[in-house]
């Protein structure tokens, strides 16, 4: 093999398919080695980053989550994701995109700069996997999406449930978007459903609930079920905030909460989910100078990987199998 070929794929590889080895410890750090680029024609997938984190209610620093999860993802570029049967870089044209570009010293623009680069790439035709930066950023993401697609059913993994009031409809903060979603029929409530949940807020607005101590106690196959019959064959937004996972797989993350789900266990879940109608999907929250040894930027890649697969699954393929 023509090591010199294979080096720096971000850069150099000609096809937008496929997957080749690169040493994991250099050179530039796309997501799992996909061409950076702008040229949206002929993509099926574009990973953006959105490097927000000025909506956060406690620690601040997921700004550097999409870097850090670029980097832990080229760890896992050199293969097939595993357990799945097939390789999504076979069927799915993907690049990295880059980041969207906002100014941060005027924070009440920030929503529609993160609307607009959403419009731009799902005008072209193109879905989206969104690397976070605070919460927050779902919220313009799902009106791009809700106007492409329509009302949106939504899964949402996470240690809150975010949809706290914000009657004034002013702030710019990671633990109401979900409020203003269903609100604004961005999404249907009656077939959403939040899992992982474990911190107080009486009012469900309407979304199914299954928190951390369900997931734990009915384990995952019933869990997975019960996902599948409240989405149904809709349009669905995913959403993964990386504090969904117990802070001992997820430590790196600004509102840690203790009794959350392993990463197993969210893999188990998330790879369950083959063939549902997966529209869009951003993993976010994952706060790289609160993490150690990198096991949450990890995740977090693995887990984006993960959602590649689904939308390959539904999107691209007949044959559905995860493997193993």
């Known amino acids: 093999m023509d090591q010199a070929a294979n080096n720096d794929q ?21 997501f799992s080695r996909r061409r950076y680029s702008r040229d949206l024609r002929g993509v099926d997938v574009v990973v953006s980053g959105v490097p927000f984190d000025t909506a956060t209610s406690n620690r601040p620093g997921a700004r550097f989550g999409p870097r850090a999860i670029r980097a832990a993802s080229v760890q896992q570029a050199w293969a097939r ?13 993907v690049i990295d995109y880059g980041d969207c570009a906002f100014d941060s010293g005027t924070p009440q623009s920030v929503p529609e700069s993160i ?23 779902s919220y313009p993401l799902l009106k791009a999406h809700a106007r492409r697609h329509g009302p949106l059913a939504l899964i949402h993994f996470d240690a809150h449930s975010d949809t706290w009031p914000d009657e004034d409809g002013k702030r710019i ?17 009656t077939h959403s459903v939040q899992i992982g949940l474990r911190t107080t807020n009486d009012d469900s607005q309407g979304f199914a609930i299954l928190d951390a101590r369900q997931v734990h106690r009915l384990g995952t196959e019933a869990v997975i079920e ?9 349009p669905v937004y995913l959403t993964f905030d990386i504090d969904c996972l117990d802070p001992a797989f997820a430590p790196g993350t600004g509102t840690p909460v203790c009794g959350g789900l392993s990463t197993v266990q969210a893999l ?16 976010v929250e994952v706060a790289p100078a609160y993490d150690h040894a990198d096991i949450t930027a990890l995740a977090g890649a693995t887990l984006a990987m993960e959602m590649l697969c689904l939308y390959a699954a539904r999107h691209k393929l007949t044959d559905t199998s995860r493997g193993l």
């Open 10 to 30: 971000a850069m150099t590889r000609d096809s937008l398919y496929g997957t080749a080895a690169e040493s994991t410890y250099a050179g530039i750090t796309s």
């Open 81 to 93: 994701h595993w357990p799945w049967a097939f390789d999504p870089f076979d069927h799915l044209a």
């Open 115 to 137: 609307e607009a680069h959403a419009n731009r790439i799902l005008e072209a035709g193109c879905a989206m996997l969104t690397l976070g930066g605070d919460h927050f950023i």
């Open 173 to 189: 903060d990671h633990g109401t978007m979900f409020w203003h979603a269903a609100r604004e029929g961005l999404v249907d409530p």
């Open 226 to 234: 019960a996902i599948r019959q409240r989405v149904g064959d809709r």
């Open 268 to 283: 188990e879940i998330l790879g369950g989910l083959r063939g549902i109608n997966l529209v869009g999907m951003d993993l």
